[in-house]
């Protein structure tokens, strides 16, 4: 058969597309593990956002395929559904199919008889649910026993139960297929990017994270040569950049080390590496950790700072994993000693944080963002956001703090609640205002580490940055607020991909 993968084309503020855009992990996966016999494609629409439209349709014409997979998060639904309604409008028999976050989560908000853009649904981990899939359509052989499947009969929608987590250590799951891969220009600052993963799951609840819910709270890692394999592969395929996806690679900080020394040894430490990272196990191994870690080719770490009130971190319940250990003891926040380390060798911190909880007022907000401005080399500040199913989407309900429900806008970077003291505006305003000012400061950096890509594109990049800005509001001679509203118009517009 004929199958056709695409991941949405929606970004958020933290990602712009002019100087970032990664491909998504689980398609090629996805595309590792199907039958060999059959034929694929994978299209990251990130690459084409301005051409989404034309090159779906180019691309059903030019693939004509038999299954369609879509790969959504909750943001990227009312995107994912114009998708399906363009691709049913064109082929009205192909077979949609839809996995990921989102319909894992809220698989209801897919099973609309009514709409009936959707056949399937695959609920959690993709890669046998959907092999067993294709066997099952190809040979007619009905559905009621795939695991994690959800289907439509006649008019209402069948739900299996869940499949069993992968567990990572055979040969159960096989490499992804890079060759799927139908579009070109992934890049990070210029450098061909890749993703790769060397482990699944996490063990803590965070209560902003999807991840417990998705696949309880477990922990499997893939061999290491097979991770060696993996990065051989993306960087055979052209990649000089590497984002690793794992949802919490520190789980076990002596396998991470193993990795670092197993990637100088592949001789593949000429990459550029971003990993995600929990504060505390860079705190507490750092003296070891970071230099190896350097030594191996990473230059960026997503630090899961979360926050630096102890009063937020709890809401957050994301204590645990930010603690520092001093002779045995816990020692307080280990942000500060975590992005030392970091620094001290040349490593750069992505600071991560959350702010726009419940008890939020302008001073907690105000003593992130000073956080930021003092320690981070790019700040990716969200503000909470109630995914499906999350612990926090509950509470927020409870208390009655949401005030949009446009999905499309639950991008991380756009206030959907409100604290007790303040409006969501206000909260987004303030992270809006602090935020372009931060990662202007970025750019020289940029610019050592890739000049000839920040000649070419760095007035789109600054374009980009002080979207909503004019010259008057540039030297204070309109209010502020008035940018962030054109800021945020803009914003607005971005979201119709098609
Ligand atoms: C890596 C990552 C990123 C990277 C993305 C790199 C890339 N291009 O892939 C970065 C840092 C850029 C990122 C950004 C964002 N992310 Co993110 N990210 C993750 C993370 C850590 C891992 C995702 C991953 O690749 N896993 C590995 C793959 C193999 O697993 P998978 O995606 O789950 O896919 C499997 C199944 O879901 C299924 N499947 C998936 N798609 C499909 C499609 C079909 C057809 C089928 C059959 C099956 C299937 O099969 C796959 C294989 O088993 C997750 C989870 C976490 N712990 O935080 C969050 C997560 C996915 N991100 C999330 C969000 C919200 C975002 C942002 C909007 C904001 C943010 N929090 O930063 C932005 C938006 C990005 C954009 N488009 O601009 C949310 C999604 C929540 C939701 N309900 O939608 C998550 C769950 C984090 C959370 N808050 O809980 N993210
Ligand atoms: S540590 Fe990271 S992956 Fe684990 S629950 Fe918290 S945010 Fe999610």
Request: proline content about 4%; glycine content about 6%; overall charge neutral.
């Amino acid at each position: 058969m004929n199958i056709l993968l695409l991941s949405m084309p929606d970004s958020f503020e933290h990602m712009p597309t002019v100087a970032i855009r990664m491909p998504n992990a689980a398609l090629t996966s996805l595309a590792g593990n199907i039958d060999p016999h059959h034929k694929v494609a994978i299209a990251d629409l990130i690459l084409v956002q301005a051409r989404v439209r034309e090159t779906v349709e180019r691309l059903m014409r030019e693939i004509d395929p038999d299954v369609l997979g879509l790969s959504v998060m909750t943001f990227q639904r009312k995107t994912a559904r114009k998708i399906i309604d363009l691709v049913r409008s064109l082929s009205p028999d192909v077979r949609v199919v839809v996995g990921g976050y989102d319909p894992s989560l809220a698989t209801e908000a897919y099973t609309d008889i009514s709409w009936g853009g959707v056949d399937f649904i695959v609920r959690g981990e993709g890669e046998i649910t959907f092999r067993e899939l294709l066997r099952a359509i190809e040979n007619q052989s009905g559905y009621d026993r795939i695991l994690g499947l959800s289907y439509r009969s006649g008019d209402r929608f069948c739900h299996n139960p869940d499949p069993p987590v992968s567990n990572l250590e055979g040969d159960e799951i096989r490499l992804p297929n890079r060759n799927a891969r139908v579009l070109r220009g992934y890049t990070a600052l210029g450098r061909q990017v890749d993703v790769i993963e060397t482990s699944r799951g996490c063990t803590f609840d965070c209560s902003f994270c999807s991840i417990i819910e998705m696949r309880g709270r477990n922990f499997h890692t893939y061999p290491l040569d097979r991770v060696i394999a993996d990065i051989r592969d993306a960087r055979n395929h052209g990649a000089r950049a590497i984002f690793i996806v794992d949802d919490n690679i520190m789980l076990n900080v002596r396998r991470f080390e193993a990795l670092c020394q197993a990637i100088i040894d592949a001789g593949l430490h000429d990459i550029d590496y971003t990993v995600q990272a929990m504060t505390s196990v860079i705190a507490n191994h750092g003296e070891q950790l970071a230099p190896l870690m350097r030594q191996a080719g990473f230059r960026y770490v997503f630090l899961g700072i979360e926050n630096i009130l102890d009063e937020d971190l709890t809401f957050l319940r994301a204590r645990r994993k930010n603690i520092k250990r001093e002779d045995g003891h816990t020692a307080g926040n280990a942000a500060i000693k975590a992005i030392d380390f970091l620094h001290r060798n040349k490593i750069y911190v992505v600071g991560g944080l959350i702010i726009g909880n419940p008890n939020d007022t302008h001073a907690s907000l105000e003593a992130n963002i000073e956080f930021a401005r003092a320690y981070v080399d790019w700040p990716y500040i969200q503000h909470p956001t109630p995914y499906p199913r999350t612990p926090m989407t509950k509470d927020f309900r409870d208390h009655g703090l949401i005030i949009n429900e446009r999905l499309e806008e639950y991008d991380g970077t756009t206030a959907i609640v409100r604290s007790e003291h303040l409006s969501a505006e206000e909260i987004e305003f303030r992270r809006w205002r602090a935020d372009r000012w931060m990662k202007l400061r970025h750019l020289p950096v940029a610019f050592a580490h890739s000049p000839f890509f920040v000649l070419h594109n760095g007035l789109r990049m600054l374009a980009h940055l002080l979207r909503g800005s004019t010259l008057k509001s540039l030297l204070g001679l309109e209010d502020p607020r008035q940018a962030f509203e054109r800021y945020r118009a803009i914003r607005q517009a971005e979201r119709e991909y098609l």
